[in-house]
């Protein structure tokens, strides 16, 4: 970082773009640190796994499992690179265990990134007279960006490792130019360290490394034995996950071909039929790798729906409230950028529409596609476009009459967006989206902390979803405690206890003068509610009963 810091230094001799520079990675420091552990106003089940985690390493070198150190954190049978919990232990090591410390990382390599797209940009075009301001103003969509902000406030794996994609793009092109062999091989490293940061690097890593390896050919095929260690060391980094079972759990679990959907259950049976028929030619076009190659198809474009992107988004813990993950004023602006790369024919830039064809292709496999914290790593691209397409607006538009004008219009547009989001974000975040984030077991556990018997038990419903470790971390229970009774290898038992707390199906364990928590209430005359705790909207979170 401190060789980022000299190299932005070199480059910054005007005042002017001094004082710009540092407004703008002011602005998105603030916006991604702001109310961090109260926007979204409760952590979701993954947030409060990664905290508990590192928690438990931290203080006792060992995962919620009894894992020393593992290489993959088990977690809910999902297998979760291990970056984002070790990088967590510092913050809850200085901050206690809290949600401003599980999401800190994603904030801090959230803020951070914003240096390195300047760096990227810089590098991508510094042959050309517009470099800086494409890089300044890159930087800039990208502060303000409501995909990053968004995925900067929550402890998702998916910001840091976009960050370390980034930070080794920019050391391999930097240092590729200057003929610099070690730093080109620490950009290697970071290019590897985000494989064990977010699942989707697992592809679209490797993938951008062959095309960075095009990239330099001319350089490399000119020193052979450079070009054979760089394939070496990048293959030596992937042979830990690719060798090891539990990081391929996730993929098995989240896989469309796992899905027993309508279109695959139609293909078995029109398959069948025409097996009947013996019509081999429908048969063909029934086959299920046919199938499956459409629906492959078919999630992958639907990344660039235009809905998805600029309106309503995908997964309501993706976006926020009314908005897409994109500024709707950006998609002029995305094309003239494209159009200009393209009319301009600048080598390095294609490197920008790789980036954006491999972005989805991981997140194409998933079920539910199109999931954009699996394609986050569209960024920085998307932002780049936006940068050239509004010079390139710019240098064409102040050659007419009214210039000024247009200009004016844009800059309204884009502020009355960039407004319409950070209003939604942080004044509807909380009100519309909480039961998405599991608002209210946070809430419930502290109730009972304060208004319950120590003695008597408590039943969490199976529809408080990963209840016990939402009890776990909001407790700040004992690691130590915990994994010297067996740690959560108890769920292998269909109703388990973490002290007078029970989780799974225990329902009929129930008797008089039990505590019930649920989700989705209790009609029956054997309980009596104690407590309800709603939605910001007045709608019901979660309810508490006693057992008469």
């Not at 959230?110 to 800086?132: C, D, P, Q, T, W």
């Not at 025409?274 to 790798?289: G, V």
Request: hydrophobic residues 45%.
């Amino acid at each position: 970082m401190a060789t980022l810091l000299l190299y932005l230094q070199q480059e910054m001799k005007n005042k002017i773009f001094v004082a710009l520079f540092i407004c703008v990675l002011l602005i998105g420091v603030f916006l991604r640190f702001y109310k961090l552990g109260e926007i979204p106003n409760s952590l979701d089940w993954d947030e409060v796994s990664q905290g508990y985690n590192a928690y438990s390493i931290l203080t006792t070198g060992r995962d919620e499992f009894g894992a020393s150190y593992p290489a993959t954190i088990r977690s809910f049978n999902d297998y979760k690179p291990p970056v984002y919990t070790y990088l967590t232990t510092l913050p809850v090591k200085i901050f206690g265990l809290s949600p401003f410390s599980v999401r800190f990382p994603a904030a801090l390599f959230g803020s951070l990134s914003m240096l390195i797209v300047y760096g990227l940009v810089y590098e991508l075009f510094k042959k050309e007279k517009y470099a800086r301001k494409v890089a300044l103003l890159s930087m800039f969509f990208f502060s303000i960006s409501p995909m990053s902000i968004q995925f900067s406030r929550t402890g998702f794996d998916a910001n840091v490792a976009a960050f370390f994609v980034m930070l080794g793009s920019w050391l391999f092109i930097r240092y590729l130019s200057k003929e610099k062999i070690w730093p080109i091989f620490i950009g290697v490293f970071f290019l590897g360290l985000s494989i064990y940061t977010a699942h989707s690097e697992k592809i679209f890593t490797p993938l951008l490394f062959v095309f960075l390896l095009f990239y330099a050919r001319k350089f490399l095929l000119s020193k052979k034995i450079i070009l054979i260690s760089l394939i070496a060391f990048f293959a030596i980094l992937n042979i830990f996950w690719f060798f090891d079972s539990e990081t391929k759990v996730r993929s098995k679990g989240v896989l469309f071909t796992s899905s027993t959907q309508e279109s695959f259950d139609r293909s078995v049976r029109e398959m069948g039929f025409d097996e009947e028929q013996n019509d081999k030619f429908n048969a063909a076009l029934h086959n299920r790798r046919l199938v499956y190659a459409s629906k492959y198809i078919e999630n992958y474009l639907s990344h660039f729906n235009l809905n998805y992107l600029f309106i309503h988004g995908d997964n309501a813990r993706h976006h926020s409230p009314g908005v897409g993950v994109l500024y709707l004023v950006s998609l002029p602006l995305i094309l003239f950028g494209a159009f200009f790369i393209i009319r301009r024919k600048i080598y390095s830039s294609f490197i920008l529409f790789a980036w954006l064809f491999f972005a989805p292709l991981a997140s194409s496999f998933a079920i539910d596609a199109p999931n954009y914290q699996r394609s986050l790593i569209f960024l920085p691209a998307f932002h780049v476009f936006e940068a050239l397409g509004l010079f390139y607006f710019i240098s064409i538009i102040k050659k007419i009459r009214l210039s000024y004008f247009f200009i004016g219009i844009f800059l309204i547009l884009l502020t009355l967006n960039i407004f319409y989001f950070l209003h939604q974000h942080f004044f509807h975040t909380n009100s519309e989206y909480g039961k998405y984030w599991q608002y209210g077991y946070k809430e419930a556990i502290a109730f009972v902390n304060a208004n319950v018997d120590a003695k008597k038990r408590v039943f969490f419903a199976n529809d408080i979803e990963q209840g016990y470790m939402f009890y776990l971390f909001y407790n700040k229970y004992s690691p130590k405690k915990y994994l010297s009774e067996n740690g959560s290898n108890r769920m292998n038992t269909p109703c388990y206890s973490i002290d007078n707390a029970y989780f799974g199906i225990c329902k009929e364990m129930i008797s008089k003068g039990d505590i019930y928590i649920t989700s989705k209430g209790e009609e029956s005359s054997d309980f009596k509610r104690i407590k309800k705790i709603d939605y910001l909207n007045k709608e019901i979170a979660v309810e508490i009963f006693e057992r008469l």
